[in-house]
């Protein structure tokens, strides 16, 4: 999937432009009285289910050791045009969404008690039900009292097992309320029904895609047993692709007439082992399935959608040319910012006021990224980054008005799977191609020469627009380029020395990032700083302030006056939390600075400057000292337990360097021993880990180089990989001695 902000995608079709929002009509209380506790009984009691899965509470002996089991966990969902209830048979304003859930849980140990001690539930309409037991080792039930129960800030905090598939990623105004259960132990089985209501204001819409649902069949415990059933009426589309052996949903027969029922369902599955170097959602079993619904068969033209009642389960080049060209044209509509402007008008605008300052006839390559970086001051004050086809159409278009030739070209995340594999239109992504260039969806800080992590060396199409009268359209099959080793690095440079009065070492540390490695880090880097405020200068655009004046143009600048100050306090923070994480040492900060931020094509690479001290790296033996210079490389990945037997293939995500040069000044009257000790090489197809300890003239060089040579690896490269791994996590704890002369 693109990388996001925090908001969702907001989806165009050709009829209509939808925001989900679902619309919860009972005004939620911030205290729950016993009338509704009752009703919530009441109605989770209607809807129990007796699914002989849930007549047992022991769990397999072969899963004695985990934290916790689930032995039962099932979701019946059903998508209705009308309430079933007959209370809003006349009002064909909402589709209702009703959601039945069964939940039940072996705990094994203290951290399993401790990870469900509290329950979460919602309550939104009246309908809504809710109730919760512990089963004792004796048998005993007992009922968890929710009379005590507190609402929540975000229904993000209540956990999986507890949200709705509704809620979870909408706007939606659902409460969710939270009650500790007590007197809870290793060996009780916790169990609840939960039954909720939802609408969705369809009034005036044809179109609406409910949220893509994306579920891993391993859980953080194993699972005994695991359904989902969807109930779809006739006016609703569904579609599902199960990979890596997860089962797949099967088309039964619905109980209501003109229903279709869809039905998933795993059995007996464990927890997954390998954690590191790997993506869950190609490597571990997953079943992905979305709801649509719409009142015109016309959708069909511009979504990736199959027939009523069809059990869809993936979608042909052409299939996917055809919407994909749909969508990147409809993206001229696609609201770019605040006030609603088009982007088809922001291109107009834009070239227009460029031709008048002067800049719309640059040269070629200047053009080229003035307009890349036009386009990504935009996304700057927007909460989720523009959509790919949005980025991608207004690039084309700007291209258009110098009669620049570039090629549209569609693909998919490589970690979510191949283009076989889409389903859902978000998972298209779109690509610009210009001469030998290619051109990606920008984000707050990236460039136009800049290759993004999830794209290397993917699988691709061009896409032509197609013909008005045949529907033809040409595709031609491509890979895109993919990443060297060189290409992404990030090196340290630590200039040390100790200081015999505090017993810290004090550091002053230059970073250089480039590649795919800065894009990594550069969000944080520059986090607390204010480099908003200037980006206009890469491109020669407005400032934020050039069209405000009188008492606009002041509070403009008592606004920033006030982030300014905000900042000098938060960025300090930030620096030193980071330290303390990289080095899980106690750490005191003295100074940040950033030399290049890597945003843009003069300064592409992204340099900082830290100065701070850190505690436990030095120890005293007498009159000796030992110094952890190799410390200096921050902490390292340890791979331990089941988990150094490898059952995945190993995924890197893309080639990298990390390379550490730490200089230290010999304290007068000192001498150095131990360095020899420090040097080491291993390197093989994997990757490599080197160290070079050396002293000259009164200074230890320490140079370590850490590298990923590859994407992607066969299971059975583990132990080379691990090789260098072990390597860079035992140096971190090797010490140089400094003996008096």
Known sequence: MPRMKPNSFLKYSLLFFVQLTFCISIHAQSIIDEDFLEVLST?????????????????????????????????????????????FSGNKAFVYLFEAVHFKVKLQDRNAVQTFMEVYFRFGEREDGFAAKIIKHSGEAVDVDLSDAVQIE??????????????????SETRYYKVAVPNLEAGDVLEYTAYTKSKLNVKGTGYVEFDPQYELCSKRYPVMFNEISIDTDDKTFFKSLSLNGAPEFKKENSEASGFFRYVFTDKDRGTVKDVNFISPYLANPLVKFQVIYANSSKVQNVSLIGDKGELKQGFSKDELAKVAWANYSFSRNYPINSSGTSADAFVNYSFAQMKKDGWADLPEDRYVENIYYRIRNQGLFRNNYLPDAVFAYMFRAFMDKRNIQTSLIITCS????????????????????????????????????????SLLGNEAYVIGEPNRKTGDQEITPITLPDSKVADNSSQFDSNASYDPATGTMIVARTCTYTGINKSREVDDRVKFTTYMLDDFKIFNGPSLAENLTGRALDEY????????????????EQVENSLKNEYNSSVKYKNFRIVSDGRSLKKKNLQIIEDFELGNMTKHAGKKLLLNLTGLMGDQLHITGEERTRTKDIYMGYP??????????????????????????????????????????????????????????????????????????????KYVLLMPK
């Open 557 to 572: 600048y008592t606004s920033v006056q006030a982030l300014k100050e905000e900042y000098k306090t938060a960025k300090p």
């Open 414 to 453: 490589n970690k979510m799977g191949s283009m076989k594999d889409i389903l859902f239109d978000e998972e298209i992504r779109y690509v610009v191609k210009l001469r030998d260039k290619y051109i990606f969806n920008c984000t707050d800080h990236s460039n136009p020469d800049e290759l993004v992590e």
């Open 154 to 171: 975000s229904k993000s905090e209540a956990p999986e097992f507890y949200q709705s598939f509704f809620d979870k990623n909408s706007a």
């Open 656 to 733: 990298r360097k990390f390379t550490w040069n730490i200089h230290l000044t010999v304290p007068a009257g000192y001498a150095v021993k131990g360095l020899k000790e420090l040097n080491k090489n291993i390197e093989n197809e994997t990757g490599k880990f080197s160290c070079e300890a050396k002293e000259e003239n009164g200074v230890v060089h320490i140079t370590v180089i850490k590298q990923y040579n590859q994407r992607n690896m066969p299971k059975e490269k583990w132990n080379e990989l691990l090789a260098f791994v072990d390597a860079a996590h035992d140096q971190i704890f």
């Open 43 to 87: 109605n989770a009691k209607a809807h129990t289910d007796n699914h002989p899965a849930f007549s047992i509470s022991a769990a397999p002996d072969k899963w004695k050791n985990e934290s916790a089991v689930i032995i039962g966990y099932k979701r019946s969902i059903t998508f209705d045009k009308q309430s079933t209830s007959g209370l």
